[in-house]
């Protein structure tokens, strides 16, 4: 029997695996876009669907499904004054977790993150207070609610909950990968 040496260039090898490496989507950055996303998507379906006049997407599912969703949410028995939270303050609490994790997401690909972060803290702060106050004032259309500044500051706070728990897989996979 003979026996065959098989030589392998390794160091092609590592280059391919370092290129890979640097173009893998980290699993923070998985949680985040996932999270940003799926808040959105609760924060658009409070919206449409716990709204106390139907919305057009409400009667578009009516008449091509027959599918009533104010009768399917009052089958859940939800309490009333869940609904009315929900209703009030729920989409607009989803909306600023989704926006916050998103200017986290666009802020992170710099080199200067922790500076950004707290200026975009402040910029969403402000964005939300300003929004409101503009409607108290007439500029904006909608009634100016104290309780949906208190539920975008409490939105931001959560969102970088989230960032924190994020930041810590982060270390943990990077740990438990090296």
């Known amino acids: 029997m003979e026996t065959k040496t098989i030589q392998i260039d390794i160091s092609a090898s590592q280059e391919m695996s370092e290129t890979l490496h640097k173009h893998q989507v980290s699993i923070s950055t998985l949680l985040l876009l996932f999270t940003s996303s799926a808040s959105l998507l609760l924060g658009g379906s409070i919206y449409i669907f716990l709204r106390v006049t139907p919305t057009w997407l409400e009667v578009l599912l009516l008449n091509m499904t027959g599918i009533d969703t104010k009768l399917f949410i009052s089958s859940l028995n939800l309490s009333e004054n869940l609904v009315k939270l929900l209703n009030n303050h729920g989409a607009d609490f989803f909306w600023m977790v989704s926006l916050s994790l998103g200017f986290s997401y666009f802020f992170s690909h710099s080199s200067s993150f922790g500076a950004k972060k707290y200026v975009g803290l402040f910029a969403l702060t402000s964005l939300s ?7 108290y004032l007439g500029f904006l259309p909608g009634t100016f609610d104290i309780y949906d500044i208190v539920a975008f500051i409490l939105a931001i706070a959560f969102a970088n909950c989230l960032l924190f728990f994020f930041y810590q897989v982060e270390i ?4 438990s990968n090296s």
């Open 172 to 175: 943990k996979d990077g740990i």
């Open 129 to 135: 207070i300003f929004l409101e106050l503009a409607q």
